[in-house]
């Protein structure tokens, strides 16, 4: 039987809300490529979700963990150890906020859903890094989630989008911090993918169809593309890679403007369509 390139390699998965999530996407690929796993879960409405999909997938552990806790963290490093015997690459896959405060104005953000959405969504990452140094060695992987929310405005996006700007230098300090000791650490911009998060995104589904329209290959990314990217970035093959911000987006990042050609195809599309921050 042929071995797959993380045959061996034992790893954290934090963030899977149900079988659309970028994380599952991920975690899929490392399991096909001969990984073993142990997720976690936010809180007890994802819980039996999260069991239940895991289990149907042979998951070395299923554990609790809310980001906000220290001794949670400690508590998931340590069981998560005991379970794999080691522990070769974590992916997070935790951000939050208000999903009221993801429509209409970034100027309307609270300071208690700023300060909310900054922890979840970018401190948590710095905090799993502190931990995952103290029991990884050299050839250790770390990888998040962020968004070209981040790097430019998106409509809706709005704290979010500061946060995982925040999460992306994050990365690079991170990647210094770490990268004496041999372990990696990067993020993957995954584009408009339909997961539970996004359906909180105001106007989500007209920004979906926008991006498929404007994107360099004219098509939005698939789950098994963005799983495919995230294993490479967690695994030997990226052995060089550190401090990087990987878009897996079909090029639409890439693209300084909308296609002419596609928008005479499409305008029918656009002249009936509502404005995409609705």
């Known amino acids: 039987m ?24 991920i975690a899929q690929s490392c399991m096909d490529q001969g990984a073993s796993l142990v997720f976690t879960y936010q809180n007890d409405h994802l819980k ?32 998560t150890v005991d379970i794999l015997g080691g522990l070769d690459f974590v992916l997070h896959a935790i ?12 100027v309307d ?31 250790g992987a770390l990888l998040t989630l962020t968004y070209l929310g981040a790097e430019r405005y998106i409509p809706n996006y709005n704290v979010m989008g500061v946060a995982k700007a925040a999460l992306e230098a994050s990365v690079r300090y991170l990647a210094a911090d770490l990268g004496p000791q041999g372990i990696r650490v990067n993020a993957l911009s995954a584009g408009t993918v339909m997961t539970r998060a996004a359906r909180g995104i105001g106007g ?4 979906l169809r926008y991006n498929e329209i404007n994107s360099a290959m004219g098509s939005n990314v698939l789950l098994d ?7 490479y970035l967690l695994s030997d093959l990226s052995g060089g890679v550190t401090g990087e911000v990987h878009h897996v987006d079909c090029g639409y990042h890439a693209m300084g403007m909308p296609s002419v050609q596609r928008a005479r195809e499409n305008a029918q599309w656009f002249s009936t369509v509502d404005e995409l921050d609705d």
Not at 116 to 139: E, H, I, P
Not at 204 to 207: A, G, N, Q, T, V
């Open 95 to 106: 951000a939050f906020s208000d999903k009221n405060q993801l429509r209409g104005a970034y």
């Open 2 to 25: 042929k071995q797959g390139f993380m045959q061996g390699k034992r790893g954290l998965i934090m963030g899977v809300a149900n079988k659309n999530s970028i994380a599952w996407g």
């Open 225 to 231: 593309q963005v799983g495919n990217a995230g294993a």
């Open 48 to 79: 039996s979700r999260v069991i239940a999909l895991c289990e149907q997938h042979n998951a070395a552990g299923i554990l609790g963990c809310d980001v906000g806790s220290d001794e949670d963290l400690d508590r998931t490093f340590t069981q």
């Open 109 to 139: 953000t609270t300071r208690d859903n700023f300060s909310l959405t900054m922890d979840v969504s970018c401190y948590s990452f710095t905090a799993v890094a502190k931990r995952a140094q103290s029991v990884m060695g050299a050839g």
């Open 204 to 207: 989500f589904e007209k920004l």
